[in-house]
């Protein structure tokens, strides 16, 4: 019974220890019952209600803020209204995000992170993590196909950030006055990136002082995959601008399309007029893990710099994304600034592993543990099953669409990766010419459904237009839970939301 106790009665509290034991035990049946919960399929992905309802409060769960302490019963009610209320990501029918799933052993490393609280800037605080970090680093370098005595990374708070650190670094490679006199000191800089590609480019040059319109976006075929032309034909028509191409962005995985761009033809294109090539590998990365499947990935060893999300493909509890620079001791020489209350370098250790001022941040979360412990637990091998299941989900999804007549796929092709694109054509439509009557319909197909959905809370899929596709359904498998009965289910469930 915690009705008359609060938080000044727990740890560090002297004779605090029995009720922090009790409390935490408690939590943790809310959370045991909110993940059982998660896996059951009668239960629902969401409870959904609109930010003004939330606001407001709803059965006694209040957001505000009180001005006197709260009991700890009340504490635990606001921990269980919180997952009640939330989306349940880890349930077998969220097809919503890159992200998605609940991995046990990701979880552990997660509260075991919490628990240990501490700072990844220096090894003075953080011995074992910084090296399991730099263990990690390493691992994903040689699976990217660098050799031993190249490579380097940080762990950073997800993919636009790692996508970020790939410019800043290429641009100091090139320009290292940009550090210190800034972009006055240098010339116009010009970034290609596909048409397909995430809009953290674009993003990044903006944050960087670069100008988003300074970013090329280069044409990709029907599938998104950059075409190699264009993307000469672009440094071309930056070039007679008067501007200094510097930076590529190739991705391993679009976000929409799932598409692979053709690393090799991109790196011979980046060899030759002396271009940084990135590789956006944030969803895609995954795939390096699976012998069925890194091959889609081949020429990626090129690349002078990656990111990886293993919060993505891989099930780690988000966050957990990672940049990797092939060139040594280039993300220190760019971010370092050599604090002297935290950069000591007369330490009584090794200071190389005071790996902190490779960072764009000071304080840094703990991201690595949870993937070191789930390497641990499931092995190279367990993360390529994984991602092999998740692929064959797809390939199953698609072969149910082409099977069906009310569902029209956005290309044929079959999907690279788990990506698969698709409308639902509502009987209303079925008998109009393509044309843009139809197309305008069909836009209010998708976010119509979408809202039934939610408010049903039955599942929960994603939809966007892309360039001159009208809203379209993309469905992504990153969550091993998911099985091809959730599939029939999904397919099912569009189909009855958009009967009318
Ligand atoms: N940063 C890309 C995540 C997008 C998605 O989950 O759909």
Redesign the pocket.
């Known amino acids: 019974d915690f009705s008359s106790i609060y938080s000044k009665d727990l740890l560090p509290t002297s004779g605090g220890e029995a009720m922090t034991r009790g409390f935490l035990q408690e939590l943790v049946n809310i959370l045991m019952g909110y993940i059982s919960k998660s896996n059951q399929r009668s239960s629902k992905v969401l409870d959904f209600h609109h930010p003004h309802q939330l606001m407001e409060g709803l059965e006694g769960f209040s957001l505000s803020l009180p001005e006197q302490p709260e009991t700890l019963e009340q504490i635990l009610v606001d921990c269980r209204d919180t997952l009640k209320y939330g989306v349940s990501t880890g349930h077998p029918r969220f097809f919503?995000?890159?992200?998605s799933g609940l991995d046990v052993i990701g979880l552990a490393g997660e509260w075991l992170t919490s628990t240990a609280n501490t700072n990844m800037f220096t090894y003075e605080v953080s011995p074992v993590f910084i090296l399991m970090e730099d263990i990690l680093l390493r691992k994903m370098q040689s699976i990217v196909g660098w050799s031993d005595d190249e490579g380097d990374g940080i762990f950073c708070p997800?993919?636009?950030i790692s996508n970020l650190y790939s410019i800043l670094v290429a641009r100091f490679h090139f320009y290292p006055e940009v550090k210190t006199r800034g972009m006055g000191a240098l010339p116009r800089l010009a970034l290609f990136t596909s048409q397909h590609s995430?809009y953290?480019v674009k993003k990044s040059a903006a944050v960087l002082g670069m100008g988003s319109e300074n970013v090329f976006v280069v044409k990709c075929d029907e599938r998104g995959k950059m075409i190699p032309d264009e993307l000469e034909s672009s440094i071309a028509k930056a070039k007679n601008k008067g501007l200094v191409p510097f930076y590529v962005n190739a991705t391993a995985g679009t976000?929409v399309y799932g598409a692979f761009d053709p690393f090799n033809d991109i790196a011979d294109i980046c060899h030759r007029h002396t271009l940084w090539m990135h590789v956006d590998a944030?969803?895609g990365g995954g795939l390096l893990m699976s012998d069925r499947h890194r091959t889609k990935l081949q020429g990626i060893e090129r690349a002078s710099s990656v990111t990886w999300?293993p919060h993505?493909m891989m099930g780690v509890p988000l966050q957990c994304s990672a940049i990797l620079v092939k060139m040594k001791g280039l993300l220190q020489e760019c971010n370092e600034l050599g604090a002297e209350y935290l950069f000591q370098t007369d330490k009584p250790y090794d200071v190389s592993y005071d790996t902190g001022d490779k960072s764009i941040q000071c304080g840094r979360h703990v991201d690595a543990f949870k993937l070191w412990l789930m390497w641990k637990a499931k092995g190279s091998e367990g993360f390529g099953s994984q991602i092999n299941k998740c692929l064959e989900n797809a390939e199953y999804l698609y072969d149910q669409l082409q099977r069906r007549t009310d569902f029209e796929l956005v290309f044929r092709h079959k999907p690279e990766h788990s990506n698969v694109c698709f409308w639902y054509i509502p009987p209303s439509l079925r008998g109009l010419p393509p044309g843009p009557e139809r197309d305008s319909r069909l836009n209010q197909v998708a976010p119509q459904i979408k809202g039934r959905m939610m408010e049903k809370g039955s599942v929960m899929i994603?939809y966007q237009p892309l360039g001159d596709k009208v809203n379209f359904f993309?469905c992504?498998f990153s969550n091993p839970a998911t099985q091809q009965e959730d599939i029939d289910f999904l397919l099912d469930e569009i189909a009855w939301l958009g009967h009318d």
């Open positions: 919503n995000q890159l992200s997800g993919g636009t995430h953290s976000t944030a969803w999300n993505k994603g993309r992504v």
